[in-house]
C-alpha cells in the first residue's frame, strides 16, 4: 500500500496544471501568438490607407489564411494577366496551342504601354507565344497580352475560370480598351480568388508538372514591382503587379524555403498612387519575416544560423 501511494504521490507531482507532462512535442502556440501579430501589423497598415485595401495571405504549409475585405470584388488592372498566362499553358497542355507558335507583328496590333512590342518592326520581327508570354509578365507588355487574348480568346479564359469556381474573377476587355472600362467592364479578381488560382497552379491541379513549372518560371520573370521591393534581393517570387489610376496590386507566390506562401494585395480608391505601392511594400516585407523566421526556427522557436 505504501508503495502505491509513493507511485501516486510521484504522477500527481509530474503532472502541471494543463495536465501536460514533460511533453514529447512543443505545442503551437508560440507560433500562433507571432502569427496573430502578423495580422495586427497588416490591418493596422490597412487602417493607416487613405483608400480601400484587400488582401490574403496564404500559409502554403499549414493551410492558415488571412483575409482584409477578402471577398471584395476589385479592379485588377495587369495582374488579370496572370489569368491569361494560366489559360495560354492550359491550352499548351491540351494540345489546342503551343507556347512555339509563331507571330509576327502587325502594326494594327499595337497599343499603349508596350515597351517592347511599339519598338520591334511589322511585318517582320517573329515572336513565340512564349516570347509574347515573358514580355506581359516581364514588361507588362500590353500589344503582347492583346495578341495573347486573341489567341487563347476571352471566353475560354473565363470558362477556365468558371471551371475553378472562381466566378467574381472576370477578363472583360482588353488592354488599353479605354472605351470597354469607361462603360464599366473592368478585369477583376477578388483577393479569395486570385489566391484560390495560385494555390491550384501551384498545386499541380491545373497545369502537369512541366507546364507548370515553366508558367512558375515566366511568372517569376524579374519586373519593377512593389511586392519584389518588399522582398530580400535574393527573394524568388512569381507574381504579378497591375496599375491603374488610383488602383495599385501586386499577387503572387513567395518561394520561402520550407514555407512558400501565397500573397494577394489589392487597392483602390486611393488618394495617393505612391501610399498604395509603399503599402504593398511594407506587407510583403511584414509577411516575409514572419514565413522567414519560421521557416528558419524549431518548433520551439529556436533558429540555429549555419556559421
Given at each position: 500500500m ?8 510521484a ?25 496573430q501579430?502578423?495580422?495586427q501589423?497588416?490591418s ?13 495571405v ?16 476589385m479592379p485588377?488592372?495587369s495582374?488579370?494577366?496572370?489569368a ?31 515597351d ?15 516570347d ?13 497580352t ?11 479564359v ?39 488560382l495560385?494555390?491550384?497552379i501551384y ?54 524555403k ?37 521557416s528558419?526556427?524549431s ?8 556559421k
Open positions: 505504501k508503495r502505491f501511494l509513493l507511485s501516486l504521490i504522477v500527481l507531482v509530474c503532472i502541471p496544471a494543463n495536465s501536460q507532462c514533460c511533453p514529447d512535442k512543443p505545442t503551437t502556440e508560440k507560433r500562433q501568438v507571432l502569427w501579430k502578423l495580422q501589423e497588416l493596422a497598415v490597412d487602417k493607416d490607407l487613405n483608400g480601400v485595401l484587400a488582401l490574403a496564404k500559409d502554403l504549409t499549414s493551410g492558415e489564411t488571412f483575409f482584409i475585405h477578402g471577398d471584395e470584388i485588377q488592372a495582374s488579370i494577366k496572370i491569361v498566362l494560366a489559360n495560354l499553358y492550359l491550352q499548351a497542355q491540351q494540345g489546342k496551342l503551343k507556347l512555339t507558335d509563331e507571330y509576327v507583328v502587325r502594326k494594327e496590333d499595337l497599343v499603349d504601354g508596350s517592347i512590342m511599339l519598338g520591334l518592326t511589322p511585318g517582320v520581327t517573329r515572336l513565340t507565344l512564349r509574347l508570354a515573358t514580355m506581359m509578365v516581364a514588361v507588362s507588355d500590353n500589344s503582347a492583346n495578341v495573347l487574348i486573341g489567341r487563347v480568346g476571352m471566353e475560354n473565363n470558362a477556365m475560370l468558371d471551371s475553378l469556381g472562381l466566378r467574381a474573377t472576370r477578363l472583360r476587355r482588353q488592354m488599353m480598351d479605354l472605351k470597354a472600362a469607361s462603360e464599366g467592364r473592368e478585369n477583376v479578381y477578388t483577393p479569395r480568388e486570385m489566391m484560390t495560385l494555390e491550384t498545386r499541380g491541379k491545373l497545369l502537369n508538372k512541366e507546364m507548370m513549372a515553366d508558367f512558375i518560371r515566366v511568372l517569376s520573370t524579374h519586373k519593377e514591382s512593389s511586392l519584389l521591393q518588399g522582398l530580400p534581393d535574393d527573394a524568388v517570387a512569381a507574381s504579378k503587379p497591375g496599375e491603374l489610376e488610383a488602383v495599385r496590386n501586386d499577387s503572387g507566390i513567395i518561394f520561402v520550407n514555407r512558400p506562401y501565397i500573397l494577394c494585395v489589392m487597392t483602390t480608391y486611393l488618394k495617393d498612387e505612391k501610399e498604395g505601392s509603399a503599402a504593398i511594400r511594407k506587407i510583403t516585407a511584414l509577411t516575409y519575416s514572419y514565413f522567414d523566421r519560421v528558419r526556427a518548433d520551439y522557436g529556436r533558429v540555429v544560423s549555419p
